[in-house]
């Protein structure tokens, strides 16, 4: 696959027909463009652009997060079983800024955003049960920190909501 682009299509494992279009639009133009369409080979998105590239006649690897081929959706020309859960989306991000550094991003950037990668893909996600005491102990980590509105990659993790924001939100007003 020397000098063929390898491209990959990162979106969620469930979507609905307006997203899994985008995706398998994405996924032919990929295909006609010649470049191999790397995913994670399950579901939604994934296998959007997995259908959309083979519609054109493309070829399509997926890095799957388990041990078993089998879970690749049925597009998939190469299953890659990883074995590295959700970290192998770490791992992509990971690949992209070494790629980003080689391009001319500073060392300390390239530090700094894998830094803030991993930080935000450990972080708690929505529906993550936690008992009391470790919320409480996040919210007390949190508000020591620098700056405990945003993420690192800047994005807020609190928001402030006036009473009559929150009674309007469920039509209480």
Do not use: Y
Request: glycine residues 10%; proline residues 4%.
């Amino acid at each position: 696959m020397r000098g063929r682009a390898c491209i990959a299509v990162i979106g969620a494992g469930s979507c609905d027909e307006s997203q899994a279009a985008v995706a398998e639009e994405v996924g032919r133009l990929l295909a006609r463009a010649g470049a191999l369409v790397v995913s994670g080979g399950l579901g939604g998105v994934m296998a959007a652009a997995c259908r959309g590239a083979k519609v054109e006649g493309g070829t399509t690897l997926a890095l799957l997060p388990g041990l078993d081929r089998d879970d690749a959706n049925e597009w998939v020309d190469v299953a890659v079983p990883t074995g590295l859960g959700e970290a192998r989306n770490v791992l992509a991000e990971v690949l992209d800024t070494v790629d980003a550094e080689k391009r001319g991003a500073a060392r300390a950037t390239l530090r700094d955003e894998i830094a803030a990668s991993l930080a935000c893909h450990a972080a708690i996600k929505v529906n993550m049960p936690l008992a009391p005491e470790k919320m409480r102990w996040l919210i007390d980590r949190l508000l020591m920190t620098s700056s405990p509105t945003t993420c690192p990659h800047g994005r807020p993790v609190i928001l402030r909501l006036a009473t009559q924001d929150i009674l309007k939100g469920f039509h209480r007003i």
